[in-house]
């Protein structure tokens, strides 16, 4: 007889069955032994990121190649007398949307203390959640939204898949000469329906994560900073931090080879982005 494995949830209900643990052996008590391999890297990540939730120390401890679920997470926190994570707070607010086929554009209104709050471009694919920043500007007229979209459809013959429509709402700087550049690329132009938020809620989402996760925390001097800042966060997002809807991977994710747990390895090293408001956790070489 053979057992077709398709997840780590059916990994558990096996063990569990047999009477025995998935992540060790159990204790005197009935209670599973959680690997150290596994226990002190997600303590670790909790101790020094107190708004993490269970989810994003999962999706991190995964990324290391120790594969973890939310559940143990949140039993290896309580059992270390560690209280109830808050949920991931999403902030920013770049509008983008793709996937193999779509795309999404919007503009940022960054309130922070500027003379002139700036406003940003970007893009966001549907399907993979992979951000584009464009650029970011006080004074966001129609001519600066086509210039920047011009510049982001010349990225486009770089893609190894072309985006079929792009989706954006009916704000006024979005103009025909808007539609025209991406209508020269065999894009569809699609506007979102009037006072309907939720067509557009990718890019809200990803307003929101910004917000909570990075220009909340900081006091943006200028535009440079402010673009600094971003394209830093835009780089942690696509490359390094997991996503719930990717089944906590991020959308240009490193490969990381499975750890064998309870094998000895190399230490875990935090790399501090911008200015240690961000961290990022990989296996010291």
């Known amino acids: 007889m053979a057992v077709v494995l398709r997840s780590a949830d059916d990994v558990v209900a096996l063990a569990s069955s047999a009477g025995c643990s998935p992540l060790g052996v159990r204790g005197s008590n009935g209670t599973s032994a959680i690997s150290g391999e596994i226990r002190e890297p997600v303590l670790r990540l909790a101790r020094e990121n107190p708004r993490w939730g269970y989810q994003r120390i999962a999706g991190e401890v995964n990324g290391l190649g120790v594969r973890v679920s939310a559940t143990t997470v949140k039993t290896i926190l309580r059992r270390a007398g560690i209280g109830r994570r808050t949920r991931w707070t999403l902030l920013a607010r770049v509008s983008a949307g ?49 210039q920047q979209a011009r510049q982001f459809a010349w990225t486009l013959q770089e893609q190894p898949s072309r985006f079929r429509f792009l989706v954006r709402d009916r704000g006024s700087k979005f103009t025909r000469d808007f539609d025209a550049v991406f209508a020269s690329e065999g894009i569809r132009v699609i506007k979102t329906p009037a006072r309907a938020p939720k067509a557009n809620a990718i890019a809200e989402r990803f307003v929101r994560t910004v917000r909570a996760e990075c220009l909340d925390w900081l006091l943006i001097v200028n535009r440079d900073h402010l673009e600094g800042v971003l394209r830093v966060f835009v780089d942690h997002y696509n490359t390094h931090r997991p996503h719930r809807s990717l089944q906590l991977t991020p959308p240009e994710p490193n490969c990381h080879e499975l750890r064998v747990v309870g094998t000895v390895s190399p230490g875990v090293q935090r790399r501090d982005r911008p200015g240690g408001l961000i961290h990022e956790y990989s296996y010291a070489a």
């Open 98 to 146: 793709a996937g193999a086929e779509h795309a999404r554009g919007r503009l940022l209104h960054c309130r922070n203390d500027l003379a002139a709050a700036p406003y940003v471009l970007f893009f966001i694919e549907l399907a993979s959640r992979r951000v584009h920043f464009a650029g970011c500007t006080a004074n966001p007229t129609s001519a600066w939204v086509t």
